[in-house]
Structure formats: C-alpha cells, structure tokens
C-alpha cells in the first residue's frame, strides 16, 4: 500500500473484507451442496411429479346380454365437462361455484361437494362437473377457456339401459364411486379413484370387477399453468368383460307387462329353470329409469332422484330379494315335505282333522272352509287351513325350526345381487322381539306359523327357489342370472382376461342343496300341487291343458286374513313349476296388496307360462283366452262380499 | 513515449479481470437462453456483453484520478436521472416499480444500477482525504447523506431490493475509513441480539403482519410454508436448484423448470436456479469459485492502490457485488427471502451489465497506475 495510513490497521481491515467475502460464497457452496446433492434426488422427484400429469381416457364397461343374444345394456359415448385440478392454484373455488352452475345448468350444491372433494386430491386428478354435456355445454367451455383454463371436454362412455325401466332392479345401475366408498381398503385395492364409474347397485355392482374396463391414460408434461406441453406416452384403454346373463327378454317383458296390468301395480314374478338356478326373469313393480343415475348432476335428475327416495311405494326396492312377505299357504308346500320328513303323518296316514279351524285356549282359528279329515294331497289342493293346523301341532316349533333350516328358509339364497336379505323365521327369541309384552311361545304361535302366517316372513325369491326345489324332488339350487363372463383379449397377450362360467359367490355353500325326499313322498306333494291347477284347486282358473302346471296358491294377511280394508289388502301369491312331473321352468307371482292368491297371483303366472308356451311349443297356449278373460275380471271386492263360498274356494 | 505507455498498458491491463468477468457473462448468456429459449433475452445480453465491454475499456483507459475529480459532477448527473424516473411519462413501470427510463431505439435501462457506480465515486472522493484520526461524526454524517439521497429516490420507486444493495457500499467504506473498531464490534452484537428479539416483540405485538411473518416462515421452513402463495417461488426455486444434482438435470429442456414457467424471472432474478439445473452442482461450485476468484482479485488490486480514493472505489464496487451476489443466490436456495435483485453478470439486464463493468473498469483504471505516482 502506497499511501499513508496512520489512523488504522487498513490492511486489517481490507484482510477482514476478504475472509467475509469468501465466507459468505462459502455458506452458498454448503448450501448447494445439501440441495443438490443430499437432497438432489427428492426435490427432483418432486419436481417431476408437479409437471407430470395422468390424463385418464375411460374405458367402457362390458355389454350385458340376455340368453339370446339381445343387448341389455351397452355404453355410449358422451361428452362430459372436466375439472381438472391444475392451476386451481390461487383460484377461490367457492367464487367459480355461481359462474359455473349459471353457464352449465349444474346444481350449485353438487358443485360445492365437488369441490371439498378436489381438495383432498392427488395432483394429477380429474372432477367431472357434468356429465352428458349438450353441445351449448362444450361451446361454453370453449368460449371461456381463458376464464376457466381448468375446465376440459372430454368424451367419456355412458351407460345406455332400457329407458322403460326393464329389468332396472336386474342391471342395477352405474355411478361415481362415494367418498365413502373411496375410504374402504377394498377399493383403494382395486386402485379406483375419485371421479371413477363403478357398479353401484344389481349385475352392475354383484360384476364390477368383471364389467368394468381398464382405464387407459395419457402421461404428459404440462406447465405451471396446467396446459399440456408434451406428450409422453399414451396407454390405450380396455373395455371390461361381456356378461352373458341367462335372462329370457320376452318372458322378463311379460313379467313385467304382468305386473304393470295388476290391480295394485305394485309385486314380483320371478321365472326360474329349476333344473339348475338360472334365473330367466325377474321384476319387481313398481320399478325405476336406470339411466336417472348418470343425469344426477342435474337440476332435474336431482329431483327425480329425490322423488324416487320418497316415493312411498319404494321404486328402488328390488321386493324379489329386499321385501319379506309372510308366504300364507304358499308355506304349506315345505311343511308338508318336512311333514312326511319327521314322521308326524306316513303316506299311510296323511288324513287330518280340517274342523273348520281350530280353538286354542279360548281362541278360535277358522279355515276357510270344512274339509271333513283331508288327506295330504287333497290339503294341497284345497289348501286345508285346518289340516295344516294339527299338522304343525304334530311338528311343533322344533319341527317348524328344522324345516326353515332344511330349506334355507332363514337364509339368503346366495343369488347374485346385492344386498339380498334373509327370511324371519318361527323362534322363541323371534316371538320375544316381536312381542315383548308376551314373550312366551304359545301353541297358538305354532298354529300361527304352520300356515305362513305372522312368523312366517321371508323373500319371494327365497319361497321360490324352495318351492322349485320340492318339485325337483329335494334339489335346491343357488338361483342367478350369469351364464357365461366373456374373455377379453387373447391367452398369452397382455391385459387378458379370462372369461368363466356361473360360480356361486359363496363356495361354501353346496350346489345344489339337497333335501332328501323319496319318491312316493314327492310324487304325492306333487300330485296336491297338480290338483291345485287342475284338478279343481284353488288355482284351477289358469289351468293349460297339455301342460300341467304344479303351483300352489297363498294369500298373506297384512291387517287381518281376509279383512279387506282398502290399501291393506292381503298380499297375492302364486308359486308354480311345470310341467308338473317334469319341470323345466318355474315361476312366483307376489301381487302386493291385492288378494286372494288365486285371482290376481295365478293369472300373471299364467300370463308369464303362455309366453313361455309360445317361445318352446310354437304354438299358441290352450285355454289362453280363458285367463285372459279372467284376468281383465273388474269389481272383485263384491264378488267377495257376495260369495263367501267361493272365497275358501279361491284361498 | 505514446508507444510506451501504450506498451505498458497493455502488459499493466488486467486481463484476468477482464476474461474472467467477460466469461462469466458469457456463461450467463447461455444459462439465459436455457431459461427462455424461445425468447432473445440471450442475444441481447451477449450484444450488452459488447456494449459493456467498450464502456468498461473506456473507463479502464481514463485516469481515474481525474474521474473522481469530477465525481460530484456524476453524482449530480445520477441523481437527476432518478428525479427523471419518477416522472410519469418518462419513467417507466415494470413489475409494479417506476424504475426505469426509456430510451429511444435502445428500449429501457435502470438508472439505479449506474447511479450505484456514481454514489460509489461521490463516497470514494469524500472519504479519500488524507486521514490521520479515526471518523469523525461530521464525516459520518456526510457520508450518510450522500448514500441517503439516492436511497431516498429510489424507495420513491417501492424498489426496496436495490436499496438494499448500495448500503454495504457505505458499509465498506466506512470501515475502511478509520471508524472504530469498537463501534463495529458493538454494532454487529447489537444487530445479532436485537434483530431476532425484535422481530419476536414484534409476533407477539403483531406489529409483525401476517404476512411478514409468513415470508419469513418461508425461510424457515418451506417445505412446510404455503407452497403456492408466499412460498411458491422459494419453494419452485428450491426444487429447480435441487433438481439439478451434480452434473444438471435429466429432464430434457423443453420439460425444465423454467420452460414450463414453474419458476418465475428464470432470465433475470431466478438465474441462478436455472443454471443449477442446467450444468448442476459442478457448474454452480465453477460459478462461485469464478465470483469468489473476481473478488479476490479485485481486493488485491485494491490493497496495491496507488491512492486511497482509488482504494475506496475499488473496495465499494466489492461491497456491493459481494452483498448482491449473496443475496441472490441465497435467495435462489432458500435462505433469504424473495428480493428483486439481479445476480451481477449472470442476470440478463442492460444496466447491470454495463454498470457493473463501469465499476470494474475503475479497478483496472486504478490498477494500470499503481506505479504512477
């Protein structure tokens, strides 16, 4: 240093300046290190994530077919309004909810769901706002893409199912899989995610796994903005498995025309193959649009739908599966194998007293009419209340237990739907639920219950499936509606998938189940139930000759066995298989509310077997204007009243 | 005799300076062009790089004796530059500060950034007197006002970051100027103690604002901080810089952090993050090291002036380009908050540029005559 320096240790100082400068590159070299090289590879990997995007390209579900061929349901495409989650950055959701259910016509409140639901979400994922977007709904989202950058068009496959509400409670419906629903480990097992279209009820929901396709998705870079800049790859999507249902669409048309013609509007028929389960039709009144479900997003499908859940008649309920009914006489078929079973009457000795009823303590139990000392056929036939009576006083409760047990009367019938529930059934703790101010059972409670009465509380399908079963001589088989799962692809290529034949959900369970009746004993109940159609029974009116019907009426007391009080009437049924000795096809009718079994319950089963008659015999049915006549029968009310006669008659 | 000196000269003439600082801009020029490819940012920079080049060989050639000389007369010159910017239809408002001035055919340049060069001469001639006690309060006070004056103009333009940065300009010459050590001993205790407690009286007070205490909070821990406001380009910085690992980033250009404009001003504030992502640990450290090298030099030439003015200019251009270099890069790695201020020779700007090789040209000036006396 060439001037003066007195006042200060310059050199010092400008030596101080050096080191701090040095120092303080110093920290920054440090720094570096720890972000590039410590933690290089975490930041990078983050760094990828936020410009890396999966658009998912939806794949259409499987077709479902009936046994025939014809096309239950399909999918379409439509359009559909995404939200997609890049660049809500900044954006106040809550300001966008007006706007946008002003200009696409959505429910603010659904949209308002919505967007509590995005904020939960991985980055990359989509929300659709609207689903069946109109033309003026995508030309919207174009005119305001600077305004709403995060709304998209995209093309998405609908399900399109019949528009008459066929076979709505079958198919079940589709939807977007629930919060809660997400929330379960088996669907995150399944990698399904918000926004995805799942089974949500029937066929729909029982094959999901099966019907559901493998979404494809586009991989591509997009900026801070969210608009893509690059694609990387494209995974093309795969359309879910056919199902090849085993249901007949001219008799599942007829059930259905059936029971929109009957008086209450409001039942079940159920056409099964007795010989192994499948289950060729099966409606249940009132019924619904399977296709509301996917306008739900709407103003108005929102309506609908609310109009649906409050409906009192209860449109949604699948009553074949979902409804228990007490059977009535319907009943009388399993107790009278479990009769003959546990030795309480021989096919020496099947005669009963009838007596016209009978008294318990001081109370007095009529049948319908006077049958003198009936022998078991001729109880079938002429459905013998009092017969049945000292029938199940022989048995007694632990009789009544046993035959619900033999046949699975308390249980589900394992059919491939969902939510299928379980039968009520006779038992002390039943009693003691249902009636706990006289929890004891009494021998008037075991009357009660030898006739399908009050304790006596099951579905039809499950009536059904014991009723075909006797006819095939003990063989209960799990009813369903899957024939065949169709493959997908080719073995040996990737994302193929095995097709298969019908397996019954639970393994566990033997197929068929068999309840063990010799053959004198068979042939017998099978004789009562052939003399109920046509042999002057209770279900003669639907008699076809050349081809024997074996059925068995029943009419169940909702207020009081009889007691017509207007929207309480007894409840309609009637449960058959033919030809009698060699059944092919069986079928139940359940009229809500209508009846007597045999004036609004026969003649839709009949209708049903005139079909069926048609389709195998070519020909048209004998006798067919004979129930057509009959079924079109107006005022029965009087005719009731007038006729007291007639009413043990039709019982 | 003109031969000679012109002999002299050129053997005297700090080449290394030169390419080193010429290197630097170059590298800079290319990381630019990483940042926005689309864009001619990086053009421009290189034809500035020319500009300034010339600039820096006049100022080196001048006696920089007679240039302090006039000092006042730059200063003068300075100031009037920042009353101009203030005048709506001359200044010019870009990113929300009025601090720029258009120039006819040349576009827009930053009067703040040379009037760092002329404050500098105006501090180096005031405190170059011959000195034979410590400071005086008066000269304190001089000083003060000569820094304070342009701070005051400029904080007119809410420009607050380049504020920040003529402060270790007086800083450094102060310290060089016989002020106590005591004093400085006392005033870096005070502002280790009182900063911190201050701020924590002001939480509790909340005369800290929310949103103060976010920015720091960003600091302090952003991968926790509010990613996509106060936090997003600390947090998008970070990412870049962490991103590049070693040797740069795999991710292909079109797919880097600044192309798809997840970080913000990749050209200008945000070029460091861009370079670590580009050329990655390796380029970064090379960086630094050339700063670190340019520095050193620049305080070695410093402590061979011929005079104590020439001493002063060249130790208050190091100031400020330290002090800015530390900002900017701890900024670009988190650990300062966000503040607008470009990395000297790196970032693309005319003024910058051009400046900061005025400033350098100084050096080389008061280098080329150490042997005169």
């Not at chain 1, 790859?233 to 008799?251: K, M, N, R, S, Y």
């Not at chain 2, 797919?255 to 913000?264: A, D, E, R, T």
Request: hydrophobic share 45%.
């Amino acid at each position: 240093m060439k001037f003066e320096d007195t006042s200060q240790n310059l050199r010092a100082r400008l030596g101080a300046i050096n080191v701090l400068v040095v120092l303080l590159l110093a920290v920054l070299g440090v720094r570096l290190y720890l972000l590039q090289i410590v933690r290089g590879k975490y930041y990078a990997e983050i760094a990828e994530n936020q410009r890396i995007r999966l658009l998912p390209i939806p794949a259409p579900r499987g077709v479902i077919f009936d046994r025939n061929g014809n096309v239950l349901v399909d999918s379409r495409p439509i359009y559909e309004v995404i939200l997609s989650r890049q660049d809500l950055r900044g954006k106040d959701l809550k300001s966008l909810v007006q706007l946008l259910s002003a200009g696409l016509g959505v429910d603010a409140e659904i949209l308002r769901d919505r967007f509590d639901q995005i904020q939960s979400l991985p980055a990359f994922e989509s929300i659709p706002i609207k689903q069946d977007a109109t033309s003026g709904d995508i030309s919207w989202v174009e005119a305001h893409k600077l305004e709403f950058p995060e709304l998209r068009v995209e093309q998405q496959p609908q399900r399109r199912y019949p528009s008459d509400g066929t076979l709505a409670h079958v198919l079940g419906y589709v939807g977007e899989i629930s919060p809660e629903q997400l929330k379960q480990q088996v669907s995150r097992d399944k990698g399904l995610k918000p926004g995805d279209i799942i089974g949500l009820s029937g066929l729909e929901q029982s094959y999901d796994d099966y019907l559901r396709g493998r979404d494809g998705y586009r991989k591509v870079v997009v900026d801070s903005r969210g608009r893509i800049q690059d694609e990387i790859e494209t995974v093309a999507p795969q359309p879910g498995q056919d199902l090849v249902t085993t249901i007949d669409l001219d008799l599942q048309k007829a059930a259905e025309e059936q029971l929109r013609n009957s008086s209450t509007k409001r039942g079940v028929i159920i056409v099964m193959d007795p010989n192994n389960g499948e289950l060729l039709a099966l409606a249940s009144a009132p019924t619904f649009d399977s296709n509301l479900f996917q306008r739900i997003t709407t103003k108005a499908g929102r309506a609908e739908y609310t109009a649906l859940i409050d409906d009192p008649e209860k449109p949604l309920l699948n009553r074949a599966i979902q409804s228990r009914y007490p059977p009535g006489s319907t009943w009388k078929i399993p107790m009278a194998v479990a009769g003959l079973q546990q030795g309480a009457i021989t096919m020496d000795h099947s005669n009963l007293v009838c007596g016209g009823g009978i008294t318990i303590g001081n109370k007095f139990t009529r049948c319908m009419g006077n049958h003198g000392m009936p022998d078991l056929r001729t109880a079938i036939t002429r459905s013998c209340d009092g017969y049945f009576f000292r029938l199940g006083l022989k048995m007694g409760l632990d009789g009544i237990v046993a035959m619900v047990d033999e046949f699975d009367l308390n249980r589900r019938t394992g059919v491939d739907l969902p939510n299928e529930v379980a039968g009520w059934t006779p038992s002390r703790e039943f009693k003691q639920r249902m009636q706990p101010r006289d929890p004891d059972w009494r021998e008037i409670d075991t009357v009660y219950s030898s006739f399908g009465q009050v304790y006596d509380i099951i579905t039809p399908i499950a009536l059904l499936r014991t009723v075909a079963g006797v006819g095939m001589g003990g063989k209960l088989y799990v009813p369903h509606f899957v024939k065949e799962i169709n493959p997908v692809g080719k073995p040996g290529e990737p994302g193929y998938r095995a097709g298969r034949a019908f397996q019954p959900l639970d393994s566990s369970r033997p197929n068929p189940k068999v309840v063990p009746i010799p053959e004198d004993e068979h042939h017998l109940i099978v004789e009562g139930m052939w003399g109920v159609v046509n042999n002057g029974g209770t279900g003669a009116g639907i008699k076809m000759a050349g081809f024997d019907i074996a059925g068995k009426t029943g009419t169940a007391q909702v207020v009081g066995l009889g007691k017509d009080i207007g929207k309480n009437k007894d409840h309609s049924w009637f449960v058959s298989y033919a030809p009698a000795f060699k059944p092919e096809i069986s079928i139940i009718a359940l009229i809500e509310n209508a009846g007597f079994g045999s004036q609004f319950a026969a003649p839709a089963v009949r209708g049903v077997y005139n079909v069926y008659y048609r389709k195998t015999r070519h020909e048209e049915p004998p006798g067919a204007q004979v129930a057509k006549a009959k079924n079109a029968k107006p005022a029965v009310t009087k005719a009731q009243e007038k006729k007291p006669a007639q009413i043990a008659q039709t019982h | 005799m003109v031969a000679i000196f012109e002999k002299r000269t050129l053997r005297d003439f700090d080449w290394l300076l030169a390419f080193l600082a010429i290197g630097i801009v170059a590298f800079g020029a290319l990381q630019i062009r990483n940042a926005q490819p689309t864009e001619t940012f990086w053009v421009k920079q290189l034809i500035g790089l020319g500009v300034a080049f010339v600039a820096m060989l006049a100022i080196a050639f001048s006696d920089y004796r007679r240039l302090l000389n006039i000092a006042p007369a730059f200063y003068v010159f300075g100031i009037a530059l920042l009353v101009l910017v203030l005048i709506p239809g001359i200044g010019l408002k870009l990113n929300g500060h009025r601090s720029w001035i258009r120039v006819p055919g040349l576009g827009q340049f930053q009067p703040s950034e040379f009037v760092k060069v002329t404050t500098a001469m105006m501090l180096a001639r005031y405190f170059g007197k011959h000195r034979h006690t410590a400071l005086k309060l008066k000269e304190l006070a001089v000083g003060g006002f000569i820094l304070g004056l342009p701070i005051a103009l400029i904080l007119l333009e809410h420009d607050a970051g380049s504020v920040l940065t003529y402060i270790p300009i007086l800083l450094v010459v102060l310290f060089l100027s016989g002020i106590q050590m005591r004093l400085v001993i006392a005033v870096i205790i005070l502002s280790v103690v009182a900063i911190p407690a201050a701020y924590w009286v002001g939480v509790k007070t909340h005369l800290v604002k929310n949103y103060q205490q976010e920015r720091i909070n960003v600091i302090l821990d952003p991968q926790n901080a509010d990613k996509r406001g106060f936090g997003y380009h600390t947090w998008q910085s970070i990412l870049t810089v962490g991103e590049g690992g070693i040797f740069g980033a795999r991710a292909s250009s079109e797919h880097s952090q600044s192309s798809l404009k997840y970080l913000p001003e990749p050209h200008s504030d945000f070029i460091f993050a861009v370079t670590a992502e580009n050329s990655g640990f390796v380029g970064c450290i090379l960086l630094l090291l050339g700063y670190t090298i340019l520095l050193s030099r620049l305080i070695a030439g410093a402590r061979r002036a011929p005079d104590r003015p020439g001493m002063l200019v060249i130790m208050a251009v190091v100031g400020g380009l330290a002090f800015q270099i530390f900002i900017n890069v701890g900024m670009a790695l988190g650990i300062l908050p966000v503040i607008g201020v470009p990395l000297p020779l790196m970032s693309a700007g005319l003024a910058s540029l051009v400046a900061t090789f005025i400033a350098i040209g100084f050096a080389i000036s008061v280098r080329l005559r150490r042997f005169v006396n």
